[in-house]
């Protein structure tokens, strides 16, 4: 199983750094959770990802004012089309995280690994 | 062929021998020590030739930025260093991150830096205590200050008070030091009577033009703060009319120099539902001085008091102890007036919700206090949201700082310390004469762009303009604060961020899946 988790390297990615990461994850580093495309998140199911996770700011607190949204936005567009496709919208999902919410990042991932469990069960 | 070496901290666990697979001309084990790692890299960079390095290890955050700049001072490319990060990885969660990496790593392209001299002198639109504030901390620092005010005299809303109790500084004195620290000062420039007209250019070299009573005029500056300060708005849905017996809050002042004398006065607070800490603070201080001017009865009502700040609890206090009187209402007070008397009837939660009936011969009310001079900050894109990562002076736009009331609330010392921190914060940026930032780091590709600006519209931080020469939109690198939305956005893909572009990122999804 691979879970691809896209990070805004102020909140998410410094989440993920306080505890053990299950080994199906592969974390990449976004400056903003605005810099992150809906591109990406296919492209991430293409190359095998079971699961996508977009994890930025809380939305006041975004350095860039209006990224946090503008990744949750794109989220929602790229969920409509993997509808339209035929995955299971419920595989891409966002969520906002703060740097010093450690647990809160695992309880995520580990949540989507016992979503895709049960899916493929 | 670029050159990149492969430094691998020591405690973090992997084998030099499991790169062998990358281009690497050298692999080293180093220390974990911030201060060794940095000095190490820098030297075995330098050494070696490399044009880049994976930095495998367990590196925190804050290590990072030091690396980065201990490279850049010593003429290494702080983009080109690539850090892997290990913290709570396990065998095989290293090895895909150290892949991860090196896919990243080929696809960096070497920064191009660039310099540019910087106006060192800062604007400052709005003379009163925050403003005035900022310009006396920036001259003690040595740089060159414009003010420009709307009014005849100096001082803002300040200038208007006779006192600031519970403080013992004296608002006329203080304005007048202030001013004799600046006026024969040639490094100060003050443009009363005059308002801000357009304001151009970016982060160390802005163009504000200025409305004075001679035309206008333009100035040029480095930095700009707005020092706007606030409105008082009476707040009418309250079904209140202001008159001879019910007054706002702004106006005690006034009324209480005079010999007037009232017998019962009662201050009516928190009108809308969460009030502010000022307006507490204005009626205790209200409050004491009536106390002690008249000697009437006072009773305060309010919502909740707010005394979570450092004069406010000492002052609930005081004023219980001479004799004033608190009421809370959850339903707003039904008001009467006639000619001699105001009537107010509520019900107080902590009296078991009976009925109070009195009769005043003054009501004091609060006002709302609304930052003054949005007109202007939205004309100009500024905005200072209550967000962590700008707080408390700094705006969406670099370069820009907005102080005292015209961000938030707040009493004298806060509008003094907004000052501070701002003129600090401007030293920073322009005390070297020279910003130095990357060009090209997030670049239009002028061929592909459409013109749609839809970079311009999106860029939260205004450094997206529009190159009518190119016909192309252009990403000023100084105001850039590196997010890559427009990047995100670009409709035609024409912007390229460099340290996190498409072929990087989707480099590392390349691995696949397991």
Redesign the interface.
Same mark, same amino acid.
């Given at each position: 199983?691979?879970i691809?988790v896209f990070c805004c390297?102020?909140s998410a990615y410094?989440a993920?750094?306080?505890?053990?990461?299950p080994?199906?994850? /592969?974390?990449?580093r976004?400056?903003?959770g605005? #810099?992150?495309?809906v591109?990406?998140m296919l492209?991430?199911f293409e #190359?095998?990802? /079971?699961g996508v996770l977009v994890l930025t700011c809380q939305e /006041?607190?975004?350095?860039?004012?209006?990224?946090s949204a #503008?990744a949750r936005h794109?989220v929602e567009y790229a969920k409509e089309i993997l509808q339209e496709i035929g995955i299971d919208p419920e595989r891409l999902q966002w969520h906002p995280v703060t740097s010093n919410m450690g647990p809160r990042f695992r309880k995520i991932v580990a949540d989507m690994i016992e979503g895709l469990k049960l899916a493929s069960a | 062929m670029a050159r990149w070496g492969a430094f691998i901290c020591d405690g973090a666990g992997v084998d030099a021998a499991s790169l062998a697979g990358e281009e690497v001309v050298v692999t080293t084990t180093l220390p974990s020590q911030p201060g060794d790692l940095a000095c190490k890299l820098v030297g075995i960079g330098t050494r070696y030739n490399l044009d880049g390095g994976i930095l495998i290890g367990v590196v925190p955050e804050l290590v990072e930025d030091l690396l980065k700049d201990s490279l850049r001072q010593a003429g290494l490319d702080p983009f080109r260093l690539v850090l892997v990060d290990l913290r709570g990885r396990d065998a095989e969660g290293k090895d895909r991150e150290i892949k991860a990496a090196f896919a990243r790593a080929r696809h960096l392209e070497p920064a191009a830096w660039a310099k540019s001299e910087v106006e060192q002198r800062a604007l400052i639109i709005g003379g009163g205590a925050a403003g005035l504030q900022t310009a006396l901390s920036l001259r003690q620092l040595g740089l060159p200050v414009l003010i420009v005010e709307g009014e005849q005299n100096l001082g803002g809303r300040l200038g208007r008070l006779d006192g600031l109790f519970p403080y013992d500084e004296d608002p006329k004195g203080w304005i007048q030091s202030a001013l004799e620290a600046l006026q024969d000062d040639p490094e100060v420039e003050i443009l009363t009577a005059s308002n801000p007209l357009a304001l151009e250019g970016q982060v160390g070299d802005f163009t504000l033009t200025v409305q004075t009573p001679g035309g206008p005029v333009t100035r040029r500056g480095g930095a700009v703060v707005l020092a706007l300060g606030s409105e008082v708005r009476w707040p009418a849905e309250s079904g209140l009319e202001p008159g001879p017996r019910v007054v706002g809050l702004s106006r005690l002042d006034e009324l209480t120099r005079f010999r007037l004398h009232h017998k019962k006065v009662a201050f009516l607070l928190d009108l809308d539902e969460l009030g502010s800490r000022v307006g507490t603070l204005s009626a205790l201080r209200g409050a004491l001085r009536i106390k002690d001017n008249w000697g009437s009865e006072v009773h305060i009502l309010c919502r909740h008091l707010k005394v979570d700040g450092k004069p406010l609890e000492s002052m609930y206090r005081k004023a219980r102890d001479m004799g004033v009187v608190f009421f809370k209402y959850e339903e707003f007070p039904k008001v009467t007036e006639t000619g001699e008397k105001v009537f107010l009837q509520f019900q107080d939660p902590d009296l078991e919700y009976v009925v109070v009936d009195e009769a005043y011969d003054l009501l004091v009310v609060e006002e709302e206090i609304l930052p003054a001079g949005e007109v202007l900050t939205e004309a100009w894109g500024i905005s200072q949201p209550a967000n962590v990562r700008l707080y408390p002076v700094e705006t969406n736009r670099k370069g820009i700082y907005m102080v005292g009331c015209c961000r938030d609330e707040m009493d004298f010392p806060g509008a003094i310390q907004d000052g501070t921190v701002a003129a600090g914060e401007i030293y920073e940026l322009l005390g070297q004469g020279a910003l130095v930032y990357e060009e090209d780091m997030v670049k239009v590709q002028t061929e592909k762009c459409v013109f749609c600006l839809t970079c311009v519209r999106i860029c939260p931080h205004g450094a997206a303009e529009i190159d009518l020469v190119q016909e192309a939109a252009f990403i000023n690198p100084a105001a850039c604060q590196a997010c890559g939305m427009c990047a995100a956005d670009c409709p035609a893909q024409a912007i390229v961020y460099k340290a996190y572009d498409n072929t990087g990122i989707m480099a590392q999804l390349e691995l696949g899946g397991r």
């Open positions: 199983m691979r691809v390297e102020n410094q993920a750094r306080q505890g053990q990461l080994a199906e994850v /592969d974390l990449i976004l400056p903003c605005g #810099r992150v495309e591109l990406h492209r991430a #190359r095998g990802a /079971d /006041d607190n975004c350095q860039s004012l209006h990224g #503008r794109r | -």
